[in-house]
């Protein structure tokens, strides 16, 4: 009796241990399916164009009125604005003067401006063409007129929805978002 309730147990274990290999086996195969699968469709998709970026949950923050108020009392000017061309290839950054005295530093033709993009540290700087000169407005501003310059944005290192800093002689804004 005691030798039947030992070969009993060791049948139970025997079944038991089977049972789990089985379970684990296909585990394994299921796992390995899942993992070759994406495999798959991307070696015949391989001149596919790649997938388009993913669109960020958060909303975009305009400046606040103290940053706003901030470029207007230190250096004459407001309504900073990064925009993205339909190519990609240029960033366009305008302002408004307010203060003229005060803004005379964006618009000196010694100082040059840089953009240097905050998640992918590029720094881009304005081009030059031949027969034009500097993609830019200089001179002496004068209060309510709208500036602009634009920076050569070659492999469209920034995006729109990146954050950047424009530097222009000592004058720094931060965090301007390319729109």
């Known amino acids: 009796m ?4 030992v070969l009993c147990t060791r049948i139970t ?4 241990l089977l049972a789990g290999s089985f379970v684990a086996s296909t585990a394994l195969a299921q ?3 899942a993992v070759q699968a994406p495999a798959a469709p991307a070696a015949r998709n391989a001149t596919a164009p790649p997938a388009a970026r993913k669109a960020s949950p958060y909303r ?11 470029y207007v009392a230190a250096w004459g000017v407001d309504k900073l604005k990064v925009s993205y ?7 366009r ?6 203060d003229p005295e005060r803004a005379k530093v964006l618009g000196e033709r010694k100082s040059t401006p840089y953009l240097l993009g905050q998640k992918s540290r590029a720094l881009l700087q304005i081009p030059v063409m031949d027969k034009v000169g500097q993609l830019r407005q200089t001179g002496t501003p004068q209060a309510g007129q709208e500036y602009w310059m634009v920076f050569s944005n070659k492999g469209n290192l920034i995006k729109p929805g990146d954050r950047v ?15």
């Open 2 to 5: 005691v030798e039947r309730s």
């Open 13 to 16: 274990a025997l079944a038991a």
């Open 31 to 33: 796992s390995d399916a």
């Open 60 to 70: 975009t923050q305009k400046l606040t009125e103290k940053a706003k108020n901030y």
């Open 85 to 91: 061309t339909s190519s990609g290839n240029l960033i």
């Open 93 to 98: 950054f305008s302002y408004r003067v307010a």
């Open 165 to 179: 800093n424009v530097m222009i002689g000592s004058f720094h804004a931060d965090g301007l978002m390319v729109e």
